[in-house]
């Protein structure tokens, strides 16, 4: 179970380095009898300690530049030029849910809100029109966030210049020091405030909530949620929140960290310019103690969510204490990393073999700065969850009771020291926002940055340490240290389910020998063998310079476009067949089933845990997914890897293995969230809209539990054997390759497959329909909160390549009608916090396009929201926009697609299909200048064509019971 009121470690410290890379968490505690390392080669540790790095020895990274301004603000600085031209701004403030006292529980994440709206020296809400004339999209480029320990505000202004930066530092320095409190703004947003609390208000919430209460009873935590109360948020005046701002927003609570394409000495300077007047009469409130785990509270707690899967959690919870961030502290940590992903991979392995839970796994979290501790996460095959508890509990106690063996501690290691080297091989190419987040989370977890490479040598420096002895040493810390504490969570009342809690994880338990993964070695020689090596028959130029088209003897295609733009990064994409055009729209196929099953249903005679193997310390993978027109398969691997990634997905399409375990699970698994759908109007959209939009067409509907019963091995492999065997082959790679190289390791691997035959696609297929006009909502019903509604409304459009151009200019259209329901629906009325309008045009189908938009809004809200679309709509199409509303919406689009364009996912993306359609080739070439010369009324005219009133299809989700006002 994961906590949502954990911030994410995204930290660029060692650690955190690991946990982009790895699938289990660190554990925060250091081991006395290990010595310490000796200092890492190019460590600093002579220099001057930066304010980041007091009380560490971990080499500072040299590339940020460090400085505290006199009021006590401490800044970060360093130039990255990913993507060019871009700069990213990240203002951290040391205040979240954990500072508000009880009559002010979600004034933190009120301010943040109060904060964007602009301050007394920029007029309410232009803060937002300044930064998208700047190219900015708001809500991806600019946002903010609150958690329970701190706020982090975000901008990314692309294309920046020492002008429009200084505008925005201008702009933030005044949003920091000088908000607009007044009673006006506060009013207007509390209504959007209590709008957002409302839609987040489902089960999900609800189940954070309780296991908040429940594993930090006695601590603040437990009850301080950012989003508030709905009592203390009404309550919140222009005056409360001034005297909030006042003890908290202070220069010496602030960090600000910037990343991108400038001069690190002239962000600094304008830091100093814009931010050193700051001050704050008096003193500042001190930071809250935020308690420890209480013993004394209840161990043991039920909490029943309707309709929710049964889950269970158990935690051990040790106080959280500050810590030098040492090269020791950051080895002992990996240390046990290596513990709970032995456990994990043993749980996983018993899990696929279909045993008494479909998911479990261990995990280490340090929580809101409030506990270090380890979790257990299970999710039963079914209701007896006694049973699965007893398993997972008997799986943790044979990792407690003998070591693990050599070959188990090597397989760990050797995926966490590759999942660091590739962040080493890719370090020219992380991006500038991630860097400038990385610091302020940094610092928010008060611990350190290091470069990717020092990350590196601190793991492997410690290696010798991580001994069979540790690792059992670190087990039994983890799982035996600190106040135990475990959750279920139930869908239905089951009497006397606490008691039998209570009793389940007090019985004793006996140690689960037969967990332990054997130790044999896999190889590629043991995948299925190929044939000999295909002929090349054609070899082209497309598209973009340097990109290439080429044929082989047996109608293979590959796209290829070698390149330098991703240091150490090969994309793969293999597509075949024809997607869900294979499939009758009238006749159910377990196409549901495919993402996961397909995949670990294994090659050959291999299955998923040999694959594992097989791939462990290398960068290879199967993404598994199904597009309009095409199957396809995915991975991003390395030049290292790129040959045996080749391989692999060949032999997928050669041999592929049918292994029955992975039908089981995810049927288990899709049956166990059912119910879970029909709870909250958000789900209820997920499950039936995109099988409603396209009139009923099966091939976009969630399975019935019916069919998710029925489904058999046997039936799942009839449907999927013909397709993986036939239909056309695409490949594309994309990344730092040599082009010969990478021909030749297509024609021994793709190019050594027979030739396929191919299955006509019948008419019926290829067509998608939009459902008929309704003249009212077409109504659907959750189960969930009463003042919980979702309302929809979709005007048909068209598809395929005839109106290209129109295709792209509703684009601009969309995020224009997107940008007024937001002014409207949130900003001015708080009716509704994510309204949303999305362009879909189907390149693929002649038809099936449209607009649409979505929106969650309270029962008695319906009606108004639909006026409001209406209107909007009707306004587009009877005037034309602005000029400044349309460069508005076309500067952070032409922004967009230049910071994409400096990828090869985007090119990737864009070319899928393209060997048999060459139309995507001209589609691509002409993007850019299709979207972005569209002019006011070009936009009146698609609006007027397009959003006709006669034409609409509209659904409104309601409580059970509930009527639309």
């Not at 590629?524 to 044929?551: F, H, N, W, Y």
């Amino acid at each position: 179970m994961s906590f949502s009121f954990r911030r994410p470690a995204v930290s660029l410290s060692v650690i955190a380095l690991l946990l982009s890379g790895s699938p289990a968490s660190l554990s925060a505690r250091t081991d006395p009898t290990i010595t310490k390392a000796a200092p890492v080669a190019g460590s600093a540790q002579a220099q001057v300690r930066p304010w980041l790095y007091e009380n560490s020895d971990v080499p500072i990274d040299p590339a940020w530049r460090f400085g505290t301004l006199p009021n006590g603000l401490r800044y970060a600085v360093r130039r990255n030029g990913v993507p060019p031209g871009q700069v990213s701004v990240r203002l951290r403030m040391d205040v979240g849910s954990l500072m508000e006292r009880p009559d002010e529980q979600g004034y933190a994440h009120f301010m943040e809100h109060l904060t964007f709206r602009g301050s007394r020296h920029v007029p309410d809400g232009e803060s937002k029109r300044i930064w998208q004339r700047l190219g900015v999209t708001f809500g991806s480029d600019s946002n903010a966030q609150t958690t329970p320990t701190g706020t982090t505000y975000a901008l990314d202004l692309p294309q920046a210049t020492p002008t429009s930066l200084g505008e925005s530092m201008k702009i933030l320095a005044g949003m920091m020091a000088d908000p607009n409190i007044i009673d006006s703004a506060v009013a207007a947003e509390r209504a959007v405030v209590l709008a957002e609390r409302r839609e987040g208000d489902g089960p999900q919430m609800r189940i954070s909530d309780a296991s908040r209460r429940h594993f930090f009873a006695g601590q603040p935590l437990a009850d301080r949620s950012p989003i508030g109360t709905v009592a203390t948020l009404n309550a919140a005046t222009a005056a409360r929140m001034e005297a909030f701002h006042q003890r908290w927003y202070r220069p010496e609570n602030a960090v600000i960290s910037i990343a991108g394409d400038i001069d690190p000495a002239v962000a600094e300077q304008m830091i100093k310019d814009n931010f050193a007047s700051w001050s704050v009469p008096g003193k500042g409130a001190a930071l809250p103690e935020f308690g420890e785990p209480n013993p004394k509270a209840p161990a043991t707690s039920v909490a029943v969510e309707p309709g929710a899967p049964t889950g269970l959690t158990m935690a051990w919870l040790r106080p959280w204490k500050p810590h030098a961030d040492t090269i020791v502290y950051n080895q002992d940590k990996l240390t046990d990393m290596l513990a709970l992903q032995i456990i994990s991979r043993r749980l996983e392995q018993v899990a696929r073999s279909g045993g008494s839970f479909i998911q479990a796994s261990v995990d280490q979290q340090d929580v809101s700065r409030s506990a270090d501790g380890t979790f257990v996460t299970i999710v039963p095959s079914g209701d007896n969850w006694e049973k699965a508890l007893g398993d997972v509990r008997a799986i943790i106690e044979d990792a407690k009771a003998s070591p693990p063996s050599q070959l188990e501690i090597d397989r760990e290691y050797a995926q966490i020291d590759t999942a660091l080297a590739i962040q080493v091989e890719n370090a020219d190419t992380e991006a500038g926002a991630k860097q400038a987040s990385d610091l302020v989370s940094a610092v928010d977890i008060r611990e350190t940055t290091v470069s990717p490479q020092a990350a590196l040598d601190i793991f492997r420096s410690g290696k010798p340490a991580m001994t069979p002895q540790k690792i059992l040493d670190s087990t039994r810390r983890l799982f035996s240290a600190g106040v135990f504490r475990a959750l279920l969570i139930t869908g239905k009342l089951v009497p006397g389910a606490a008691a039998k809690l209570a009793a389940a994880v007090a019985a004793p338990v006996k140690a689960a020998t037969n967990a332990r993964l054997a130790d044999k070695a896999v190889t590629m020689a043991d995948l299925p063998k190929l044939g000999a090596p295909g002929k090349v028959v054609s070899r082209t130029q497309v598209g973009l310079p340097g990109m290439e088209s080429i044929t082989f003897a047996n109608g293979v295609k590959l796209t290829l476009f070698a390149n330098d733009a991703e240091t150490e990064k090969v994309r793969i994409n293999v597509r075949f067949g024809h997607g869900q055009q294979a499939f009758s729209p009238t006749k159910p196929v377990p196409g549901w089933a495919a993402n996961y099953a397909l995949v670990a249903s294994g090659i050959g005679k291999l299955g998923q845990r040999e694959l594992d193997d097989l791939t462990n310390g290398r960068r290879m993978g199967m993404d598994f997914s199904i597009d309009d027109d095409a199957f396809e398969m995915q991975a991003v691997t390395r030049p290292a890897d790129y040959r045996d990634q080749l391989q692999l997905f060949a032999t997928k399409l050669a041999a592929p293995g049918w292994d029955p375990a992975p039908i089981a699970r995810v049927k288990t698994g899709t049956a166990v969230a059912y119910d879970a759908m029909g709870r909250a109007p958000d789900s209820v959209l997920a499950r039936d809209l995109n099988w409603l939009l396209h009139d009923k067409d099966v091939r976009f509907r969630t399975p019935s539990r019916e069919e998710i019963d029925a489904l058999t091995p046997q039936a799942f492999r009839a449907t999927w054997e013909p397709l993986l065997a036939s239909g056309p082959i695409e490949v594309q790679i994309f990344g730092q390759v040599k082009p010969d190289e990478a021909i030749q390791a297509v024609a021994a691997t793709f190019g050594a497959l027979p030739a396929r035959a191919d299955v006509p696609v019948p008419a019926v297929n290829k067509q998608m329909r939009f459902p008929a006009p309704v003249s009212k909502p077409v109504v659907l019903r959750h189960k969930g909160d009463k003042e919980q509604a979702a309302a929809v409304m979709a005007w048909p459009t068209a598809g395929g390549f005839t109106l290209t151009k129109e295709a792209r200019q509703l684009e601009i259209l969309t995020q224009i009608f997107n940008d007024r329901l937001f002014d409207r629906l949130r900003s001015t009325e708080g009716a509704a916090y994510s309204p949303s309008v999305q362009n879909n045009w189907p390149f693929s189908y002649e038809s099936g396009g449209y607009i649409l938009v979505t929106s969650q809004v309270r029962p008695d809200r319906v009606n108004y929201f639909y006026g409001v679309v209406k209107d909007t709509a009707a306004d587009l199409a009877k005037n034309p926009v602005s000029d400044d509303e349309l460069q508005r919406a076309v500067a952070p689009m032409r922004q967009l697609l230049m910071r994409a364009s400096t990828g090869n996912a985007f090119w990737m993306n864009q070319m899928e299909g393209a060997t048999q359609n060459p139309q995507y080739v001209q589609a691509m070439q002409t993007m850019a200048k299709d979207m972005l010369s569209v002019t006011p009324a070009q936009l009146q005219a698609l609006a007027a064509k397009y959003l006709i009133a006669g034409k609409s299809w509209s659904a409104v989700v309601l409580p059970e019971g509930v009527e639309a006002r």
